[in-house]
């Protein structure tokens, strides 16, 4: 799974999350934005693909 700045998924409860870029330290981090409760999250690729991978992307 490949993920870009933008993209958007959606899970089982209808929550949308979205891919923002991500930013060079020590590991790259992902940084998701749970779009319903106005969170942000910060993640490694391999825990992001896990986390989005059972979501359904969406436009």
């Known amino acids: ?3 870009h ?3 958007k998924y959606k899970d089982v ?3 949308e999350f979205q891919v923002f870029g991500a930013v060079d330290d020590t590991y790259t981090y992902f940084f998701i934005a ?3 409760q106005n969170i942000v ?3 490694q690729p391999k825990n ?3 986390f989005l ?3 359904k992307k969406v436009n």
Do not use: P
Request: net charge neutral; no cysteine; proline share 0%.
């Open 34 to 36: 749970n779009l319903k």
């Open 48 to 50: 992001t693909v896990a």
């Open 41 to 43: 999250i910060r993640m």
């Open 1 to 3: 799974m490949e993920l």
């Open 53 to 55: 991978s059972g979501m």
């Open 13 to 15: 409860d209808g929550t």
């Open 5 to 7: 700045k933008g993209d």
